[in-house]
T-cell receptor
Framework: QVRLQESGPGLVKPSQTLSLTCIVS??????????WSWIRQLPGKGLEWIGY???????EYNPSLKSRVAISIDTSKNQFSLNLTSVTAADTALYFC??????????????WGQGTQAIVSS | DIEMSQSPSTLSASVGDRVTITCGAS??????LAWYQQKPGKAPKLLIY???SSESGVPSRFSGSGFETDFTLTINSLQPDDFATYYC?????????FGQGTKVEIK
């Protein structure tokens, strides 16, 4: 059974870079069938898709964050990562990684990690 | 961006009730529409994909319908485990977007 586990620093200072990693277990990240996404849940608000990456490195980002986001993949470690630069308090959120199913996030086989809280504060 | 709107925002219901949640898209998403269930502190769980197809392992009391801009999630005979927040999400166009959520509370 595929599982995803996020990890990260928890607390980041304003203007710094938030770096999160998602470790995939129980299955290979090197498959053409799925994409690998980051999503965040802002406090008291809904869900915002940040972007995804395919195992060959192709990415797609939300235009609202595109100038500050980079998603990378390490197939040798079966993990993918998120870098969000120049963070502010508005980036404080619960960050999820997910495997998109057939057709993308929301398709058959979509699985989410449990999420990791990131707080931006000095 | 395609805007997704759900109604109601909060719904009070009793065990055994039939519950209906609606989701509207600001433009057609064909049937590229998913429904999730989220409990506090937990990851969203996929219930329905392609508007009306049930994900493996999801109880049959959950069903979805709709096409293009108007969608519905129905829970037949609400169970105690179903009290949660439900989200719709379109994956027709980038950026993929979510509804604001519907919280199903105990009446």
């Amino acid at each position: 059974q595929v599982r995803l586990q996020e990890s990260g620093p928890g607390l980041v200072k304003p203007s710094q870079t938030l770096s999160l990693t998602c470790i995939v277990s129980g299955g290979s990240i090197s498959t053409a069938s799925y994409d690998w996404s980051w999503i965040r849940q802002l406090p008291g608000k809904g869900l915002e898709w940040i972007g995804y990456i395919y195992y060959r490195g192709t990415t797609e980002y939300n235009p609202s964050l595109k100038s500050r986001v980079a998603i990378s993949i390490d197939t040798s470690k079966n993990q993918f990562s998120l870098n969000l630069t120049s963070v502010t308090a508005a980036d404080t959120a619960l960050y999820f990684c997910a495997r998109g199913g057939l057709g993308g996030l929301g398709g058959r086989g979509t699985i989410w990690g449990q999420g990791t809280q990131a707080i931006v504060s000095s | 961006d395609i805007e997704m709107s759900q109604s109601p925002s909060t719904l009070s219901a009793s065990v055994g009730d039939r519950v209906t949640i609606t989701c509207g898209a600001s433009q057609s998403v064909s049937n590229w529409l998913a429904w999730y269930q989220q409990k506090p502190g937990k990851a969203p769980k996929l219930l329905i994909y392609k508007a009306s197809s049930s994900e493996s392992g999801v109880p049959s009391r959950f069903s979805g319908s709709g096409f293009e801009t108007d969608f519905t999630l129905t829970i037949n005979s609400l169970q105690p485990d179903d009290f949660a927040t439900y989200y719709c999400q379109q994956y027709h166009d980038y950026p993929w977007t979510f509804g604001q959520g519907t919280k199903v509370e105990i009446k």
